[in-house]
Structures are given as C-alpha cells and as structure tokens.
C-alpha cells in the first residue's frame, strides 16, 4: 500500500471517529453522561434508508430517493430520533437531578431499545444497501489509487468540523453552550436556559450522528443492527483521550484514533492485527490512567481552580 | 447503620423465599416453570455479585460480565469434554489437559481466576472517578471478549465450545444463589462495605475520616468479580456450550436491569429485580411462542421481550429511581 | 421603599440534614443588606436557595411580591436576581470579553446593554485590558471583579455577592467594596454575604447575623456599630433577640 493511500485511509477513518467524538463530547460537556446511545442513533440513521421489513432483500426506501431529499431526510430522522431520545429517557431524569448512574444507565437502556427494535423489525440479518454508487469509484491521482468515498469523507468532515465549531464560537447559542459546558449551574445562574442548551446540544449530536450514518453506508453498504456498537467505543475512546469535556480535544482524540488504528492495522504483523481492538480498548484504560485530562491538555487547563 | 439488627436477615429470609420457590416449583411438576427458576437462580449469582459492586460503591459497571465469561472459560479448562480436551482446545498447557476437576473446586477456582484479573485492572482502573471507571469497565467487557474470540486454542474462538458436564439443575443453582447472598450480605455487613458505602455518600467525609477510596473500591471489586465468575462458570454447565457471544451486550442490559429494577442499592432488590425480571422475560417468551384464547391464536412477534425490558428499565429510571424495593431490606427495619 | 425580597420561615435541607431552619428576613429595593456570621450559619444556602439552586424545604420567598420558591434558578435569573456565588466559578475556557458577552446576550435591549457594558468596564478597567484573553488566567481578584461585571450584565434588580472578599488579597477587597458603594448610589440593591462584622457594619444599611442555620440578630447599621452584644453573639455569646 503506498503512503498516500495509507494516509487516505487512516483520515478518512479517524474523520468519521472524530465527528462521533464531537457528537458524544457535545452532550458529555452539558450533561457530564457517555451518551451510550450514540452509536446506536447511528444504526438507526442507516437503517432508515431501507423499508422496514423482515426481508432477507433490503428495498431501498429513503436511500432511493435524490440526494436532495436522501441527505435531509436521514439527517432529519436522526436528529429527531436523538431529541426525542432526551425527551424521553433523560429530560425527566434531570428535572429530578438524578445522579450519573441513572443517567448512564438510561443511555445504555435508549441504545438497547433502539438495536431491540431495530432486530425487531428488520430481524438480525445483516442486509446490504446501495447509496450514491458513484461515490464507490477509484480515483486515479498520479498513479495512485484511491476510493472516491474516503476523499469525500475527508471534505465532508473538514466542512462539518468547520461548521460546527464556527456555531460554537462565534454564535450566541454556541457561546451559551461553550459556558454550561463548563459550569452549567453557573450558566443556569446568569439565566443560560438548561432545557434550549441540552436541546442544541443533542440537535447537533443527532445530526453527527446521521452524517456518520450515511459516509459509513456509502463505503461500506452493509447494515447491521449491532454496526453502531464499535462506532461508539471509537467515540468513547475518542472523548477520552481528548479529555473529557474537551471538545476540540475530542476532535482531536477521534483523528488520532483513527489515524492510529489504520497504521496498525497496516503495519501490524498478521498474527497479531486480530489484538488490534483488545489494544484499542486497553488505550482507553491507559490513558484514563496516565493522562485523565487527556492527552491534549487545553491551553488554560492548569490555571483551572 | 443500626448494629443492633438480626443479624440473620435479609440472607436467612431471602433464601427460605427461594427455597420456598423451588420447592414449590418442583411439586407443581411444571417443567417449564422449573427451567426458569433456575435459569433466575444463576442470573441471581450474576446479579448478586454486580450488586457487590455497584450497590456499595454506587458506580455502574458494564463490565462484570467479562468476568462472568473468564469464569466461564476456566471452569470449562479444568472440567470439559474429558478426553477430547486437547482437540477442542490444543493450546490448554498440559497440566489443564490431564486435568479432571471436581466441578465444585472446578467453579471456585473459576471464580479466583475471574478475581485475580479484578485485581490486577482494578489496581488501575479503581483509582479513576465514576464516570471514569464506567467507561474503563465497558472497555474491559470489549477486551475480554475481543481476546478471548480470537484466542482460539483455548476458547475455540468464535466457534462454540460444547461437552460442559451438565451439572447444575435447581438444586445446584439454589445453594449457589444461597452462598452468593451470604457472601454479598457478609461483605455489606462487614467494617469493609461500610467504608465504601461512606465512600459512595460523601467521599471526601470518607476520606477526611481516614477511607482509602480506591483501595475500598478494589476489595468489592475483587469479590464481586469472584462471585460473577462463578455465576460464569456454572451458566456454563447449564447450557452445556459456550460461546464468548453469550457473555456480551445483552446479558449485560438483563444483569443490569435485573439490579436496577429491584433497587441498586440493597441485597432484597437484587433478589426482587431478578425474579421480576425472569418472570416477564418468561412470560413474554411463551406470548412469543403463542397462545390459544378459546379459537384465537395469537403470537407475539419475536424479539418483543428484549423491547418490553428496555421499556421496563427505562420506566423504571423515569418514574421509580430507587427501584421496586428501594434500599429497604427484607425482615429489616429502616434505619432512622 | 418597597420590599423587593421577602423570605419568610425559609428551611433547607441537605439529605435529612437541617442547613437553615427558619430564616426570616426582607430587603428593600435600593437596600444594601448584609448577611455576617461564621462558617457554617447557613449564609451560602440561604442565597443559592433565593436564586433557585437549592430547594426549600419549608417556607416561601417572594422576589418583587411574586412566590419565587420551586422557580428554577434560570428563571429567577431571567425575572432580575442575579447571584455571584461564592468561589466566583468565571468560565475559564471563555475569554473575559464571552464572559462578558454571555452575560449581555442573556437581556434583549442592544444599545442600553452596550452602554452599560462600557460603564461596567469603566468600573473595572483590568477587564478591558485583559478582554481577549482567557478569564482563567486572571487573578483571584481580577477574577472577582469579572464575577461581579458578568452579573451586573445581566441587569440585575437584585444582585447577591457571596463572600467577595474571601481568598482576596487586601487591596482587591477594597476595590470590590469601593465598586458595590458605587452601585450602591446608583440605587442598585444589594445583598452581601460577608464574613468581616466591621466591614459589614461600615457598609451595610441593615446586618442580619446567622448563626447555627437561624438568624440570631438583626437592625441597622447604624444602631448595631459599636454594640459590644453584637461581636459577641458573632462569636457564640448569648445572642438577646
């Protein structure tokens, strides 16, 4: 494998790892819980593009549409299916002030929910659809090649980190999240409204989410109703060696993730690629251990009382 | 705490109730009845042994079934498939081949290995906060199973295993479940379960009062990845095979909605949550399999009992926190 | 002078443990009251209770003659009560001028909040100089006058400083107290949570003085300066009502 495709490869991976990240950082930040259900959301999103059925032969349904309509839709269904997720299982649960645990137990309930339903309806066979087959292409770039979807989920994740952190910055409602992310009673005290924060909040995270949905299809076109689980790890990992509550460092810890999981798995010897994952998930618990503020620690981290 | 409680309870009134229950169960003659209370008697090993943990210390562990699966594998090494041992598993070393454990010592020693692993990570990972050690847990649960799938002259990887000697019937189960409340209520009344549940309420007055967090966290970790071995082990010589994918995401969801549905917090509502939540589990499964109303067939689509639970867990979250029972105890008086 | 806050028979709670039991006491608008007794009185619950941090657990307040108690704390942040909660808790990963800014995009009415933001500036020049760069690199002291700038943002009908001059250094301590006595003659109403009785007494028209989770003295400033009996129920004498 040339270098440059190595390079495709890895960030085009660790993109997708760093959009889940920022998803489940967003939500970590205003309401101190791993969002277990994120992954899940994911699933849902993909899931989406066929009609349900208990069919072996997925028929597209949302996926047949243009893109116009595709894109929105399963954008749309995804973020619906988040905010109604906190309006359910998490907003009654905080207007009591419920501790951490019932929260994180809530989002593993929501996340369960969703792959029950999901095996429900479409059973647990694994079915194939087909979205944007343009996009499965190889690219000829002075005589290397690479997969035209992967250079679009790079664009993609460019353009959306751009987007995202442009709101956070430079808009009210991202300043007023950026402030209950770091003390929400705090922000609650000057009048930071909690409910319209946490709504943004999971509104973004819900539409991370169903771009995942859709760059992760696109390449691999195999649904699966357990496919968001190891998404989600990588996000949790992610979040983690970005430090927790970091959401640039969350970016930063997906990419890395990303990156390095590919080099591994290219530079790996053979008998030993299949520990990849067992080495992954140890990261989380050495990192938790070493560096729990991550391993990008912000600027005006050490002046923090 | 009132010290001046029977010392007997919850453990003594528990245990008759189960007892009671096999008894019953084995004089109404309903096999099907008799199945599933078994199969409720080793989730209750399970369950006791997470509630170890996570009662005491109150942080969340998603983990613990990996421990169920460690227990599950060494008792399957010391016991399996006499004979053919080395066929399945070539790369057992040559003492484990030989080997042929009395399935008693066989799930005991199931269980330590599970505890000796707790040990080891729970040196590390119990030093973290709440949160910290949910997700470090989780991540455990996804090494366990990602190396014990591809370890496959030990394991049979992603293959199943069979020819576990099937040893555990209800009577089995019964004393197990037994010896896991003593041993959960024996902790919790001891000066150790005390200390971390002052941890969980005020760690800083703990601390202030000479607690050692971590190391407090570390013993009920220890122990209950014990207990949840041996609940592995004998699951095991239950259904007679394994598989790593048994011991993953959904006994997780059940073992934890079997805690959390009785009340995290108290030994009764484990007991409470596990029986309740096998007797849905169970009902549901029979409307899967169907049912006569007078000419009427009707049958539940299958996979509804996996949604009913996780609408039941997150009721419960939303409109009863403290579970069914809360932190009350059986045959205990509330402590003012 | 209208009463602007009325708290009557307030207790809390934390768990099953009493942290104020039946606290009574008014402030007047344009009233500058202070709260002085030592650690432990219940002078911190007392105020995150009134801004709807903590919930009462027996008694009623009324912010400008409306039941205020069960509000939530953003909302009685939205009706004019602001509080600058003890430890100052600026956000420290947001610039002095989006601490700022945060506060000002919380009240609508652009021209007057700019306006305003310039003489909150002129009260304290530091936050001009430091505007770009990070609040968690201010001082302790710079720290506090940030506090107080971010509430006075939000144009507050009552603003409640708790301990301000805790941790500060002496110098700092009087620019605060210089700062509220200039609010103070431009009607603002105040209510100060210190633990010094002379600079409560030299400031304050009236002192209330907790102690245990109850209020055990109270009158005006004035009368109660040089009252021997008042340092000594501070300091744990019998308190005559």
Not at chain 1, 249 to 268: C, D, H, K, N, P
């Amino acid at each position: 494998m040339s270098p440059i495709q190595l390079a495709v490869d890895a960030l085009s991976l660790g993109g997708q790892f760093a959009l889940i990240a920022l998803g489940i950082g967003l939500i970590f930040g205003v309401m101190r819980m791993i969002n277990f259900a994120h992954g899940d959301l994911i699933t849902f999103g993909a899931y989406a593009l066929v009609v349900p059925s208990a069919a072996d032969m997925a028929v597209p349904f949302v996926g047949a549409w243009s893109a116009w309509f595709l894109i929105p839709s399963t954008l749309g269904i995804v973020m619906l299916a988040t905010l109604a997720g906190e309006r359910v299982a998490f907003r009654p649960l905080r207007r009591r002030h419920a501790d951490g645990t019932s929260l994180l137990i809530s989002s593993f309930a929501v996340g369960y929910l969703i792959q029950s339903v999901i095996l429900f309806v479409h059973t647990g066979r694994p079915k194939s659809v087909s979205i944007f087959p343009g996009l499965t292409r190889h690219l000829e770039i002075a005589s290397v090649r690479v997969s035209l979807i992967d250079v679009v989920t790079i664009l993609v994740t460019i353009a959306l980190l751009l987007v995202v952190l442009t709101f956070l910055r430079f808009t009210r409602a991202g300043l007023h999240l950026r402030a209950a992310s770091e003390d929400f009673s705090m922000a609650k005290l000057l009048g930071v409204r909690a409910d319209r924060v946490i709504f943004v909040a999971f509104g973004i995270s819900g539409l991370l989410a169903g771009v995942v949905s859709l760059l992760y299809v696109a390449k691999t076109g195999v649904l699966d109703s357990r496919m968001g689980v190891p998404l989600a790890i990588a996000g949790f990992v992610g979040t983690v060696i970005g430090g927790m509550g970091n959401l640039a460092g969350a970016v930063a810890g997906g990419l890395f993730l990303g990156i390095a999981s590919t080099l591994l798995q290219a530079l790996l010897p053979e008998a030993l690629r299949p520990a990849r994952d067992a080495f992954v998930y140890g990261l989380v618990i050495v990192i938790l251990l070493v560096r729990p503020g991550g391993l990008f620690v912000p600027r005006n981290a050490a002046v923090r009382i | 705490m009132n010290l001046r409680r029977p010392r007997l309870f919850p453990a003594t009134g528990l245990i008759a109730v189960l007892a009671v229950l096999a008894v019953g169960s084995r004089l109404w003659g309903n096999t099907l009845v008799e199945g599933a209370l078994t199969e409720a008697l080793l989730y209750l090993v399970l369950v006791v042994g997470l509630s170890i943990f996570v009662g005491n210390s109150g942080v969340v562990s998603f983990g613990h079934i990996g421990f169920a699966a460690i227990g599950a594998y060494a008792s399957a090494w010391q016991t399996c498939c006499t004979g053919f041992r080395g066929v399945f598993m070539p790369g057992l070393p040559t003492f484990l081949l030989e080997l042929d454990m009395p399935v008693v010592t066989a799930a005991l020693l199931a269980g330590l290995l599970a505890a000796l692993v707790a040990a080891v990570v729970g040196i590390a990972i119990m030093r973290l906060g709440g949160i910290a050690i949910s997700i470090a847990l989780l991540s455990l649960l996804f090494i366990v199973k990602s190396v014990y799938e591809n370890w496959d002259s030990v394991t049979a990887g992603q293959s199943s295993l069979v020819g576990l000697p099937l040893y555990v019937d209800l009577w089995v189960a019964l004393a197990w479940a037994a010896g896991a409340i003593v041993v959960a209520q024996i902790y919790q009344r001891s000066a150790f379960g005390l200390k971390l549940r002052a941890v969980r309420d005020d760690e800083a007055a703990a601390r202030a009062c000479g607690v050692t967090p971590w190391i407090q966290r570390l013993i009920a970790f220890v122990l209950s990845a014990f207990v949840a071995g041996v609940g592995g082990a004998l699951y095991g010589h239950y259904l007679g095979t394994l598989a790593v994918s048994i011991f993953w995401l959904d006994m997780t969801f059940v073992t934890i909605a079997m805690l959390v549905l009785g009340g995290m917090r108290s030994l009764t509502g484990a007991v409470v949550g596990t029986l309740a939540v096998t007797a849905t589990r169970e009902i549901l499964r029979s409307l899967e399999r169907g049912v006569d109303l007078g000419t009427l067939h009707w049958q539940a689509p299958q996979g509804s009992q996996e949604i009913v639970l996780a609408l039941i867990l997150l009721g419960i979250l939303v409109f009863r926190p403290e579970g069914l029972v809360g932190d009350r105890e059986l045959g205990v008086r509330k402590a003012v | 002078m209208s009463t602007l806050l009325q708290v009557e028979s307030l207790g809390v709670r934390y768990g099953s443990i009493p942290a104020v039991r039946d606290i009574t006491f008014y402030v007047d608008a344009g009233e500058a009251v202070c709260f002085v007794g030592p650690n432990g009185a219940g002078k911190s619950t007392t105020v995150l209770t009134v801004a709807g941090l903590l919930a009462p657990h027996t008694g009623h307040i009324r912010f400008d003659g409306r039941a205020i108690d069960g509000t939530s704390a953003e909302d009685i942040a939205q009706l004019g009560v602001s509080l600058v909660p003890e430890g100052r808790r600026i956000f420290s990963r947001l610039t002095v001028g989006e601490n700022l800014k945060l506060a000002k995009s919380l009240r609508p009415g652009s021209a007057a909040a700019t306006r305003l933001l310039d003489r909150v500036l002129e009260l304290f020049p530091i936050l001009r100089e430091r505007y770009d760069g990070y609040a968690g690199l201010l001082s302790g002291g710079e720290q506090q006058q940030l506090a107080i700038a971010r509430a006075l943002l939000t144009q507050p009908r009552l603003l409640i400083v708790d301990e301000p001059s805790l941790g500060l250094a002496p110098k700092y301590v009087d620019l605060v107290f210089a700062a509220f006595a200039h609010l103070r003659a431009e009607n603002m109403t105040l209510l100060i949570v210190e633990q010094s009785i002379r600079r409560a007494l030299a400031f304050a028209d009236r002192v209330y003085l907790l102690r245990s989770g109850a209020i055990v003295r109270h009158g005006r400033a004035a009368d109660l300066r040089g009252d021997a009996d008042f340092e000594s129920a501070y300091f744990g004498g019998a308190a005559t009502p």
